[in-house]
């Protein structure tokens, strides 16, 4: 048995129409518009609210905390809000709550002149530097930390977290799940590529949140229950839970936003499978950053890139067989049929409007879900 969750980051325009980062945006502009959402009882426990309390609804701002002289949290540099889904026994469930809970955050900041902008690498701001700069108390947390230690590609980059468990699979089996997913993540992140602006103008790439992120941060996280499971890496594979619901979860990290859900349907099947699959042997620990960033420049494009991620497609919808699932990767197929990503899109509309402003205000326009 699978289960199967979604987190979802999604960056603004503000009322004056400038992108809602750090330099634009309080704690409370977001916060707001959050207030105004619906609390569900019944998600509890199997969302965690965190130790700072801002992690309370299926929606929270996503940002950067600092912490007084303790681990008291005084504020939170903000930098989006992601929406996060409960947990499903299908994938059709959570793009289905993914889509509800998009349209609800959408009218929710429509009310405070925000509206939801597909973003996967800040596309004016490369870097992110706290203002005030980090005190001592701060700076001994990041250090304790690795992966902590990136908060400035963090503070930077915009993307979901594709979950998926297996149901009576051991700790050894997960990890080795979160090997073969960071293996082959080279190949499978193109179909999700949306980041082709870079310091306020084009990118000669495709995915400029991956050639920069991936290597430094996970591309897969298997969260495990012991202290002596852990695996050390850095980027981090393993992760204690934190709450019992996460013990056994895969967390994809590596793919770029979409503003079509249908995307993370298929690619949330596309792992299925390859958890399913017992044909592709590739293993690793940590992503390879070079190979990432060959395909965030050239994608399908790339003989290589396109021939892996053929191949790891048909073993996918092979180990699927007759799963009802097996239709969500269709619209994977047309992108490898036209060797196009949705950032060739993007690039295409920027040729005409010349404005990522304008480019971006277009998107998530489409019926969604």
Not at 183 to 196: A, E, G, M, Q, T
Not at 337 to 353: C, G, Q, W
Request: glycine fraction near 6%.
């Amino acid at each position: 048995m699978f289960l199967f969750g979604i987190e979802h980051e999604v960056a603004f325009l503000n009322p004056e129409g400038k992108f809602a980062d750090f330099s634009q945006t309080k704690f409370a502009d977001f916060n707001q518009i959050i207030e105004r959402l619906p609390t569900y009882p019944s998600d509890y426990p199997q969302l965690r609210i965190g130790d700072a309390g801002i992690k309370i609804k299926r929606w929270y701002i996503e940002g950067f905390e600092r912490f007084a002289d303790s681990d008291k949290v005084i504020d939170c540099h903000a930098k989006g809000i992601e929406i996060r889904t409960t947990i499903h026994s299908d994938i059709q469930g959570a793009i289905t709550e993914l889509s509800e809970s998009f349209e609800l955050l959408r009218e929710g900041a429509a009310n405070f002149g925000f509206s939801p902008v597909l973003v996967s690498f800040n596309p004016y701001n490369l870097v992110f530097e706290p203002q005030p700069p980090l005190n001592d108390y701060e700076i001994k947390q990041l250090e304790a930390y690795p992966d902590e230690q990136t908060a400035n590609i963090h503070m930077v980059t915009y993307g979901p977290d594709l979950n998926i468990s297996v149901a009576d699979l051991s700790t050894e089996g997960v990890i080795d799940i979160g090997k073969k997913l960071t293996y082959y993540s080279p190949y499978i992140v193109p179909f999700s590529y949306s980041s082709p602006f870079y310091k306020g103008v084009l990118w000669d790439g495709l995915s400029v949140r991956t050639f920069i992120r991936t290597g430094k941060r996970p591309a897969a996280l298997v969260f495990i229950e012991k202290q002596e499971q852990l695996i050390n890496s850095i980027p981090s594979l393993t992760k204690i839970a934190r709450i019992p619901a996460e013990v056994g979860r895969i967390e994809f990290k590596a793919c770029d936003s979409c503003d079509d859900f249908l995307i993370y349907a298929a690619l949330l099947t596309l792992l299925k499978g390859l958890v399913l699959d017992k044909t592709l042997l590739g293993r690793a620990t940590v992503p390879d950053a070079a190979l990432h960033q060959l395909s965030a420049k050239e994608a399908f494009d790339n003989e290589d890139i396109f021939q892996n991620a053929t191949k790891i497609l048909q073993a996918a919808e092979v180990a699927l067989g007759d799963d009802p699932d097996v239709h969500y990767l269709r619209p994977l197929k047309v992108l490898l049929a036209k060797r196009k990503t949705r950032s060739h899109e993007l690039i295409e509309m920027f040729h005409h409007l010349s404005s990522i402003k304008e480019v971006i205000k277009q998107t998530y326009h489409a019926e969604i879900g």
